[in-house]
């Protein structure tokens, strides 16, 4: 470590903050600079799509540490700072207002930002999800709407329209996929999220997708491509996302879908990723990953933060998310390859109370639990493959 006296981090989030604060742990003592292009002291998302939007939290509750963390543990913040390219040679990380930083190790931490559609976006009316503005925005439309589409029903677009439909809204969620969450965790599974949203009165408008939104100022609904329409006030576009890495395009860092990393998420030597903007290679699943789940930013960002300070590690986590729906709270291990085999393996989808297991080539590769969360922790246990 002797010859790191300076880090700094790109993306001032779940990610980007866990490496800084880890690396004080590990005994880290010279400066760390953490850049983010938010105004905002860093905070935490997956409350956005629940209690923010739902109302029953407010904004400050998101936010990791107060000012005082920060000087205590002496991370440089540097916030509406918007990184603009990295020179390797020189090691310096360029930002918008013309400063270059200088560093030893480089940790990216960017994360992703949403898709939107071609057409149509700047619309009033219309939104996207992924950070503390777009929810208060969002929230705010919601509280003076009365019809609500989702277009996306992934993990967010359904989160959302849970929500929606919560504060009493009139919420259609289409997606062109005909059963919801199916690419994540296929028809069967999927088919019981879906009638999930349907006992609680959201409108399904599945396998179809949108030709176009209406209305001249403010949005009014969608076409879709059948022809059909749906009534809106309130559109929120939840099509996915893409690694925020524009800003490296020129730099040489590898990229191919997010930050290409070793296995030991280092990019180019001194340079690491860590949360959802990195890829690497997960030894303990043979397979090239990029995860887009809150447990992931830590986990990595605190192997980024050992494998700075001390000897590289191969990153081998088991993934783990949850997603929160109505009364619904569904978790998961491991990973969940589009050809793997869902069993029942206790409870009983009528209940919605249940532990699925999937294998793929004879391995049990994933675990998945519906309001069963002591049950889950052990189903863990069978996956672990060392
Ligand atoms: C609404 C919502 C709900 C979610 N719910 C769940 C959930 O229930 N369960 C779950 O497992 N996961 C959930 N997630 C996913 C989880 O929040 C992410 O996996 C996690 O935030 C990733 O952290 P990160 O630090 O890698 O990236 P991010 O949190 O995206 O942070 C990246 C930061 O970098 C900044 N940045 C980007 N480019 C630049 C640049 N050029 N210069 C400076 N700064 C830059 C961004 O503005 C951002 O602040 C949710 C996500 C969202 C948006």
């Known amino acids: 470590m002797t010859d790191i006296g300076r880090v700094v981090v ?4 779940a990610a980007g903050l866990t490496t800084a604060e880890a690396l004080r742990r590990e005994g880290f003592a010279g400066l760390i600079t953490l850049v983010g292009d938010e105004l905002h002291l860093p905070y935490d998302r997956p409350p956005l799509s629940k209690q923010v939007l739902l109302g029953k939290w407010e904004p400050e509750r998101t936010s990791f540490r107060d000012d005082a963390t920060y000087q205590r543990l002496e ?3 540097r916030l509406g700072a918007t990184a603009t390219g990295v020179d390797l040679d020189a090691r310096t990380v360029s930002l918008a207002s013309g400063d270059r930083v200088p560093y030893d190790r480089l940790v990216i931490a960017t994360g992703v ?4 559609l071609r057409q149509g976006h700047e ?3 219309v939104h996207v999800l992924r ?10 439309a919601l509280a003076g709407s009365t019809s609500v589409a989702v277009v996306g029903a992934g993990f967010l677009g ?16 289409v997606d062109l996929v005909p059963v919801p969450l199916s690419r994540q965790f296929g028809d069967e599974l999927g088919g019981w999220i879906g009638d999930l949203h349907r006992d609680h009165g959201v409108t399904l408008r599945t396998g179809v997708g949108v030709r176009k939104l209406l209305g001249d100022e403010a949005v009014t609904g969608l ?8 009534t809106a006030d309130v559109v929120l576009v939840a099509i996915g996302s893409k690694p925020a890495t524009d800003w490296l395009a020129a730099s040489g860092v590898p990229l191919d879908d997010g930050v290409l990393c070793d296995t030991t998420c280092e990019a180019v030597p001194g340079v690491y990723a860590a949360g959802d903007v990195a890829r690497w290679h997960n030894e303990r699943f043979g397979v090239s990953m990029r995860v887009e789940h809150r447990m992931n930013a830590t986990e990595q960002g605190m ?5 700075i300070t001390g000897d590289p590690k191969p990153f081998t986590p088991i993934p783990y998310f949850w997603t929160d729906q109505f009364d619904a709270r569904i978790q998961a291990y491991g990973i969940f390859p589009p050809d793997a085999k869902m069993t029942v393996a206790q409870g009983d989808p009528t209940t919605r109370k249940l532990i699925a297991h999937y294998h793929h080539d004879g391995d049990l590769v994933g675990v998945l639990g519906w309001n069963m969360p002591r049950e889950l922790r052990a189903a863990r246990a069978l996956l672990t493959r060392d």
């Open 10 to 13: 790109v993306g001032a989030s």
């Open 75 to 77: 991370i440089g913040l």
């Open 113 to 116: 930002r949403p898709l939107r």
């Open 123 to 125: 619309l009033r009316g």
């Open 131 to 140: 950070t503390l503005d777009d929810t208060l925005a969002l929230r705010a």
């Open 158 to 173: 359904s989160e959302a329209a849970a929500a929606a439909r919560t504060l009493g809204k009139e919420v259609t969620l």
């Open 223 to 230: 076409e879709l491509a059948d022809g059909t329409t749906v």
């Open 303 to 307: 192997a980024v933060a050992k494998n």
